[in-house]
């Protein structure tokens, strides 16, 4: 037993480290949002503007994007820490310091791929027209309708997935565009990307599950320290090397969080700056020199051998209406190659004899961009084509390539400011899922073996879907892996929280389908 002076003590001391973290935090969070500040008042320093709107709807739109990944802190970022906190091997707010540094450098040294594999399954139309009102109308949608969503089940402690929220967001935007559309040719959802996506998502936690369970197996058959099957007594924390691999292991989890979620909202924010100011964001500044004459070189290969396959065929029409409807349609159309041959040719001659990106006329950007949005969106249809041979096949990647280093960029402020909201998050809402993932998943108390047994399968789970550009869900993959360790140690599991778990799990599609095509319709008539 303690005496009194002892507990005093202890909470003196807890509080005044709470008191330095807190202020290290916000000294992080100052300089973030001061670096973030700057850069983007530096890339806004280009436009000519005779308007404050643009401006003024462009903070909005960041706003509620960093409220999206501020949001997705309370489920996802907050599981990450779940284990160390519960099992008392590092202080709560120093976990959440620790996981925002490597959640940060997770997001920091991400490719960007999944962002884009996540805006790619929106209608091409609206990703073309970003700027306009139906633009803004389905970005808003996305946004309110993940938010919406994660903040009710974080109110009853669910883990739910801000990834599976942002796809189901982005499938109800696709059908109410398609359903509300005036004119006939208008796309929706792109239902073989969207259940490539899908798969992933389901997939994930699956693997979770039978993963951990396994690996629990295997550490009770060959790791023979009781210390590691206990559940934690008190606030004692484990023995140091047992506390060492839970730091190890949460560690990981922060990293993999950054560099696979983060991406999501970075996504959104790149079509939010897109869409408001283009003439700094349309085209990657970066790309200069060489880069832009190896484009143009490319460019003239590709027409090549685009004008082999088509037979030198005229084009009858606009090559970007003609290459849009083959999109809208996700088939190649007789006139396909002849338009998109035609509609390279053109971005070569805006862009081929310029010494970057930078240099292209600033009323031109937006135009340039969506017409290399449009070909390299076209060319899998070619490629889907029989009878080409391995030259063709690499002339076409190869300029396709060139196209998404041209247009699918992130620049480092937005990294920061998305790690920052994460971080964020993850300090104000993360007691309650911590108790989830701690006491009411299995019948009895996570041990140190669990949670380090569910933590390195959701990070090495994490990891391969950053390696096929997938999106995942941090939270399904380590609460099914907990629920894994549970089975396996014959600890059993407490169904009404299970029962909660797949309900949310189930239900977060279709509410968050339903609630994003209500809100695009109702804010496509407002803009």
Known sequence: MQTDAAVASTTTSTQGSGRVFGIIFALILLV????????????????????????????????????FEFVNGFHDTANAVATVIYTHSMPANLAVIWSGIFNFLGVLTSSGAVAFTVVSLLPVELILQVG????????????????????????FGLPNSSSHTLIGSIIGVGLANQLTAVKTGTSGVDWNAAMDVLRGLVFSPIAGFLLAGLLMLLLKALVKIPALYRA???????????????????????????????????????????????????LNGAVSGNQVKTFHEVSVEVQQVLSVIDHGAPVNGNPRDIVTTSLQQRKLLPDTVPALSALIAQIDQQVGNRPSLRSVPQEQMGNVRNDIYLANSAIPLVLSQPGLSSEQTSTLTAWRGLGVKATQFIPAWVKVAVALALGLGTMVGWKRIVVTVGERIGKEHLTYAQGASAEL????????????????????????????TMAANGSGLQWSTVRNLLLAWVLTLPASIVLAGVLFIALKHLF
Not at 59 to 65: D, P, Y
Not at 132 to 155: C, E, H, K, Q
Not at 458 to 483: C, E, F, K, R
Request: hydrophobic residues 50%.
């Open 32 to 67: 973030g949002a001061g670096y973030a500040g700057l850069h983007l008042i530096d890339d806004l320093s280009i436009v000519r503007s005779h308007s404050t709107a643009p401006f003024i709807l462009l903070g909005v739109a960041l706003l509620i994007a960093l409220g």
């Open 132 to 155: 306009s009102g139906a633009g803004f109308a389905m970005v808003f949608a996305l946004l309110f309708a993940a938010i919406l969503w994660n903040l009710g089940t974080w109110y």
């Open 232 to 282: 934690p007594e008190g606030r004692k924390p484990p023995p140091w090397p047992i506390r060492l691999l839970l730091v190890l292991t949460c560690t990981g989890v922060s990293f993999s969080h950054g560099s696979n979620d983060g991406q999501k909202g970075m996504g959104l924010i790149m079509l939010i700056l897109i869409g408001t100011v283009p003439t700094a964001y349309a």
């Open 457 to 484: 399968v959701a990070m090495t789970l994490i990891q391969a879907a950053d390696m096929y550009h997938l999106p995942v869900s941090t939270t399904h993959v380590l609460t099914s892996g907990v629920a894994g």
